[in-house]
């Protein structure tokens, strides 16, 4: 079973910058192909936000292109969500997502999520 766990969440004025981190792990995880960002703000569905794959891709939500970025850390169970020039409207409990295999097969772990509170 592979768990994921988010840390970095907090009340922040607008205009300041915030990092999340997020790091996977599980006696059966062999592989991650993807480790991405999602938030979910009250009252409205989950989204994506920032998503890494294995081979480079990045993927970011049109809302945060150009101030948020995504990265992976050198052990590659970890990602970074670096949140800059932050806004009210990024308000959400944001949640880590992380696919791969294991043992005993493919998963596909969220997060319990880290709150983030853009106060204007």
């Known amino acids: 079973q592979v768990q994921v766990v988010e840390s970095g969440g907090g009340l922040v004025q607008a205009g300041v910058s915030l990092r999340l981190s997020c790091v996977a792990s599980?006696?059966?995880?062999?592989?991650?192909?993807?480790m991405g960002w999602y938030r979910q703000a009250p009252g409205k569905q989950r989204e994506l936000v920032a998503v890494?794959?294995?081979?480079?891709?990045?993927n970011y939500a049109d809302s945060v292109k150009g101030r948020f970025t995504i990265s992976r850390g050198n052990a590659k169970n970890t990602v970074y969500l670096q949140m800059n020039s932050l806004k009210p409207e990024d308000t959400a409990a944001y949640y880590c997502?992380?696919?791969?295999?294991?043992?005993?097969?493919?998963?596909?772990?969220w997060g319990q999520g880290t709150k983030v509170t853009v106060a204007s």
């Open positions: 997502n992380a696919k791969g295999w294991g043992a005993p097969g493919s998963f596909d772990s």
């Open positions: 599980g006696s059966g995880l062999f592989s991650i192909s993807t």
């Open positions: 890494i794959i294995n081979d480079g891709r990045i």
